[in-house]
């Protein structure tokens, strides 16, 4: 199994990214996806998760309302737009990939694939 994160970058306070995570050796389409992020001298903490499904979504409070997960089952894709960007989004965004038929969850453990990470940087 393989994730492929990118879209990573730079933005000022207020813009956009799209962050997308490709897997490939596996089904993608029965699996539940999540995206974390990791600040430095901070835990890996919980972004947004999608189910295999596609049609339950869960984000966490500090994004909620900003960011959108969203799947392309036809490119074994993953979605994380994040619009209205903070200084404090600043952080190494991982792609996660969970067991077959997962409803999504806020736990990295319940996670069995990850990709390499793709850093993003928000100035102020």
């Known amino acids: 199994v393989q994730l492929q994160a990118s879209g990573g970058g730079s933005a000022q306070a207020g813009g956009s990214l799209r962050l997308s995570c490709a897997a490939s050796?596996?089904?993608?389409?029965?699996?539940?996806e999540g995206w974390f992020r990791q600040a430095p001298g901070k835990e890996r903490e919980f972004v947004a998760s999608?189910?295999?499904?596609?049609?339950?979504?869960d984000y966490a409070d500090s994004v909620k309302g900003r960011f959108t997960i969203s799947r392309d089952n036809a490119k074994n894709t993953v979605y994380l737009y994040m619009n209205s960007l903070k200084p404090e989004d600043t952080a190494v965004y991982y792609c996660?990939?969970?067991?077959?038929?997962?409803?999504?969850?806020?736990?990295?453990?319940?996670?069995?694939?990850w990709g390499q990470g793709t850093q993003v940087t928000v100035s102020s």
């Open positions: 050796g596996l089904t993608f389409s029965r699996t539940a």
């Open positions: 999608i189910n295999w499904s596609g049609d339950s979504t």
């Open positions: 996660a990939v969970g067991p077959d038929y997962g409803l999504g969850s806020r736990g990295p453990h319940e996670y069995d694939y």
